[in-house]
């Protein structure tokens, strides 16, 4: 099992910015597509932002030119930088992981990271 980390989580005002943060086995992070989900409780889980490993990317139309996803091969993390937050983004944040660059797949979890934008 791969444990995979979440940081960096916080409660800002609309407007604010705020890095998150996973941190993953090094060794096998550069295999890895790697994901961003959020959740608010009674509501689905939606993706956020996708980085595969040729660092390509992809994002949720809610938040796109707002986040932008990032990974650092070298130190096993994976970041996601929010700018200019708004209410609608409240919510835990969960990274994962697909092997093989499966990005069709989650096969690792990490327990989530809260964020909360206050008006």
């Known amino acids: 099992q791969v444990q995979l980390v979440e940081s960096g989580g916080g409660s800002v005002q609309v407007g604010e910015s705020l890095t998150l943060s996973c941190a993953a086995p090094?060794?096998?992070?550069?295999?890895?597509?790697m994901k961003w989900f959020r959740q608010v409780p009674g509501k689905e889980r939606e993706g956020v932002a996708t980085?595969?490993?040729?660092?390509?990317?992809t994002y949720a139309e809610s938040v796109k030119g707002r986040f932008t996803v990032s990974r650092d091969n070298a130190k096993g993390i994976l970041y996601l930088q929010m700018n200019a937050l708004k209410p609608e983004d409240t919510a835990m944040y969960y990274c994962?992981?697909?092997?093989?660059?499966?990005?069709?797949?989650?096969?690792?979890w990490g327990q989530g990271t809260q964020v909360t934008v206050s008006a």
């Open positions: 980085i595969d490993v040729y660092e390509d990317t």
């Open positions: 090094v060794v096998t992070f550069a295999g890895y597509c």
């Open positions: 994962a992981a697909a092997r093989n660059n499966y990005c069709s797949r989650s096969d690792y």
